[in-house]
C-alpha cells in the first residue's frame, strides 16, 4: 500500500471517527471503501449518457428533433442500455 496523507476539516473527521467506532474498522478502511464506491460510479467518458445528450445538441438531420423536450427519456433509455451491458 502507498502512504497518503489526507486533510479534513474537524467535522470531516469526526463524522469519520464515528463511523469507523460504530463500525468497528479504521478510518482508513473506510476511506478505502468510499475509493471503490467511487470507482465503482465512474462512467467512462465515452459511455457517459449526459454526454451523448449533449452530442444530440449537434446539428444532425437524422436525429432525433425533440431533444430538449425529451431530454429525461433519452437519458433514461441510455442509462438503461448501459446498465443492460453491464449485466451481459
Known sequence: MIRVQVYLNDDEDSWLEERARQQGTTKSALIR???EI???RHVPPDQDPLLELIAMADYDPTGPTDVSERHDWYLAEAELERWHRSIE
Request: hydrophobic residues 50%; proline residues 0%.
Open 38 to 40: 467511487l470507482k465503482a
Open 33 to 35: 471503501e468510499g475509493i
